[in-house]
């Protein structure tokens, strides 16, 4: 038995997600200011994906603790159809956009953060809030992942999704440059254009990757599960 439900966790995780907004929407940085304001940055999107996902989770619990033994075959449906999405979010962004902010974050920041986290933005951002932005949108998702099994969209659709995702974000952020002349991300400014060519198909590789590797592990976590269940009963038919 689970030390904490897992609904309980959603909501828990689900509030620090809507505090983590709250707080950093409350920030008055000029990067704010400008074109696009806090949607150019693919961390605060990746934050309003998490929340909206954890959104999901949560009424998704709520239906299915109001539907269990009604009956009612309309509530069933729609709850079915609110699982299928949560489980769709799940692979298609929060997984694979969440892990890439991340794993890209901090491997940029560690090479030089300057080109990804100017030592500027200290002066706005407490380091509390960098890390709810950057380093708990991995144990968040993996502990959902862990606590409930997802099924994956044919591996097809799934990775056209991705790369649409992908593909939307590059060609918003090239657009912001045209619109402004600056790049949202001063990495950007450091390479030439062939660099960036190649910089934006490695992240939509990446993408791509991480959306395999959230398949994978999705697999493995319930297979396990599975057979260590058939362990347990196999003592019980003997």
């Known amino acids: 038995m689970a030390l904490v439900p897992c609904q309980v966790l959603r909501v828990a995780i ?39 996902f954890f959104g999901i989770c949560v009424l998704t619990d709520l239906s299915s603790l109001l539907t269990r033994g009604s009956g009612n075959q309309e509530q069933e449906r ?79 659709s799934g990775l056209a999704a991705i790369c649409t995702f992908s593909v939307a974000y590059i060609l918003w952020v090239c657009w912001v440059h045209h619109v402004t002349g600056m790049w949202v991300y001063p990495l950007l400014e450091h390479i030439g254009p062939g660099a960036r060519i190649l910089f934006f198909g490695s992240t939509t590789i990446l993408m791509n990757f991480l959306y395999l590797l959230g398949e994978v592990l999705n697999s493995y976590i319930w297979d396990t599960q599975r057979s260590m269940e058939e362990e347990k009963e196999k003592p019980k038919l003997q």
């Open 14 to 52: 689900l509030l620090s997600y809507c505090s983590i907004l709250c707080n950093y929407k409350a920030i008055e940085m000029p990067s704010h200011q400008t074109y696009g304001g806090s949607w150019k940055f693919l961390t605060f999107i990746d934050l309003v994906i998490q929340a909206v």
């Open 78 to 156: 729609q709850l079915k159809k609110l699982i299928s999405l949560r489980d769709w979010m799940l692979a298609v962004l929060a997984f694979p956009v969440g892990v890439f902010v991340v794993v890209l974050f901090w491997i940029i920041y560690a090479y030089d953060r300057e080109m990804i986290y100017p030592k500027l933005l200290d002066n706005f951002i407490p380091g509390w809030l960098n890390h709810g932005m950057h380093t708990t949108v991995l144990p968040f998702i993996l502990i959902e992942m862990r606590t409930s099994h997802h099924a994956y969209p044919s591996r097809s």
